[in-house]
């Protein structure tokens, strides 16, 4: 006989061993289903060279530390603690910069930092930390929780009042570009702004890359990028553990195949191994959408307008990254770079839409953008002392797929270190390169190579993702929820993909929690039919 759970979760992310936390938190019967040998999805590393720890996907975690999710899980009693780099993150204009914009820790030496430029710009620097304060319990609310968010922006109104938190509206979907030049009068303020809006694959002209360049910069003022000691996969494995204490049954290896579904509720869920397990309550999907449409449901429990509607879903451009193991610091011609965690590299503000265009337009940029980090810069452990571990990554043009280009792009992107840091190369004592299609292999949920989820421009976010009418993890099956970054807030490690989707689950077998009663199911009914199972 098929064993019969309560709950199970599909992927071993991050979203996914926050769900399954959560329900079991809740006396639920949860087994949670890996594909891959060990869980964390994009929140992994390995020992990639000897006496070496490199982060496979993600690695500096400022999202995590405000997320009420994870703060919530108590993971430092399951083995988590955090570092930080002396500086949070350089962006030096050009290889021929000696200083490198600066982001340090504390507000007031950035401000002071920034003043030397332009004195004016320090005061606005303080301005926009001190606005962050006052804002940040709303803007945090209203991003982690599911879509309508309420009680976030109410706040705002009460703290802004109408026409400033107008203002505000105004203000967060500006594109940095013109956010920028609005802000700060010189340089340095304007490519931090711009660098840190390149965290997402919005383009510096775009509307609401402005918001992720604030975000991400208040963000870096207010806790810093912090890494876990011992590498990012210390963070999956403290979830794991904390998941495990609840109670959850964690199998990997294993990729669930099929979702099988009985008169328009979620009925059971079978894997590669022949294994079936039936469910009483939920399934929490914590993959990509497409996958999630595409390959796990029967086709004809499903909508023809949302099949159709899902063969629109945008992904964000893919990766190249490599990993170097060094026999030495970075040899930085700019002196701010050195003490940083992460360094933006590659363009001035300009040079960042120069590359996007290029991006857009399909060309190879000459001269990428990178996003580099000195792992052990942050964390000591990471490497031998006076060695460090170090990785890059940039993006291709959207839709690429094949390998050739992204060997092409990662000498181009090491010819730029070299650039910005003589001596460079001679450093280098190991070096690995994963291409768009070795982080697909290593993880299903980044299809070719897209990190994000899905892209975060406005056209698919909030309640047009991961397709118009949706917002909330529930889905057109009763019983089945999206818990991955294909659904509202999309990515980053925050967890609350995961949490929404279990505290959604949870509501509708009567639990009384922070999760607003809306029938979605019917909503997404409504606006894209039923499947031909279910009529």
């Not at 329900?23 to 060990?38: R, Y």
């Not at 060279?49 to 108590?74: K, R």
Request: negative net charge; contains cysteine; aromatic residues 6%.
């Amino acid at each position: 006989m098929p064993e019969t759970v309560d709950a199970v979760v599909i992927g071993g992310g991050h979203h996914g061993l926050v769900a399954a936390a959560t329900l079991a938190d809740a006396g639920w019967d949860v087994v949670l289903l890996e594909a891959q040998p060990d869980v964390g999805g994009a929140v992994r590393s390995a020992e990639l060279f000897p006496g070496y720890v490199s982060d496979l996907f993600s690695a500096f975690y400022p999202m995590s530390a405000v997320s009420p999710v994870i703060g919530a899980l108590g993971l430092e009693d399951h083995g988590l603690s955090w570092t930080h780099a002396p500086t949070v993150l350089a962006h030096p204009s050009g290889p021929d910069d000696e200083h490198a914009a600066v982001l340090y820790r504390d507000p007031a030496r950035t401000a002071a930092h920034l003043a030397e430029a332009d004195p004016r710009d320090g005061q606005t620097w303080l301005r926009l930390v001190e606005q962050w304060q006052q804002l940040k319990p709303h803007l945090l609310d209203t991003l982690f929780t599911p879509f309508p968010p309420v009680t976030g922006p109410a706040g705002l109104l009460r703290a802004l009042g109408g026409r400033a938190t107008l203002d505000l509206a105004r203000f967060l979907l500006l594109p940095v570009r013109r956010m920028a030049t609005e802000l700060f009068h010189a340089e340095p303020g304007r490519l931090l702004l711009s660098g840190n809006a390149m965290h997402a694959d919005i383009p510096p002209d775009a509307a609401g890359s402005g918001m992720f360049g604030w975000l991400m910069s208040m963000l870096a003022q207010d806790v810093g990028f912090p890494v876990p000691v011992g590498g990012a996969g210390m963070l999956a494995q403290a979830m794991a553990a904390r998941a495990r204490a609840s109670g959850v049954a964690v199998r990997v290896g294993d990729a669930v195949t099929r979702i099988g579904v009985r008169h328009g509720r979620v009925h059971d869920v079978t894997t590669v191994g022949g294994t079936t397990l039936r469910v009483r309550r939920a399934v929490i999907a914590d993959v990509a959408a497409t996958s999630l449409y595409g390959d796990l449901l029967p086709p004809d429990t499903l909508p023809t307008r949302l099949l159709r509607a899902m063969e629109r879903f945008d992904w964000d451009p893919p990766v190249v990254k490599l990993n170097w193991a060094l026999d030495g610091p970075i040899p930085w011609h700019a002196g701010g770079a050195h003490g940083a965690g992460t360094v933006h590299l590659g363009a001035d503000a300009d040079g960042i839409v120069i590359w996007m265009a290029d991006l857009s337009a399909g060309r190879l940029p000459t001269t990428p953008f990178a996003l580099l980090g000195q792992m052990t810069t942050a964390d000591p452990t990471r490497s031998p002392a006076g060695t460090e571990s170090a990785w890059a990554y940039t993006h291709l043009p959207r839709g690429t797929t094949a390998d050739e280009p992204a060997e092409l792009l990662a000498q181009r992107m090491e010819d730029m270190v070299e650039a910005h840091a003589p001596g460079f190369r001679e450093r280098v004592s190991g070096r690995h390169l994963q291409r768009p299609s070795d982080l697909f292999a290593a993880d299903a949920n980044l299809v070719n190579g897209a990190l994000g989820g899905g892209t975060n421009q406005i056209h698919q976010q909030l309640f047009l993702r991961p397709v118009p009418g949706t917002g909330r993890p529930e889905t057109v099956i009763r019983g089945l929820y999206l818990g991955s970054a294909a659904a509202h807030p999309g990515g980053s490690v925050h967890g609350a993909c995961g949490a929404n989707a279990a505290r959604a689950a949870l509501a509708d077998h009567g639990w009384a929690g922070p999760v607003r009663r809306l029938s979605t199911s019917a909503l997404l009914t409504a606006i894209y039919g039923r499947g031909r199972s279910a009529r």
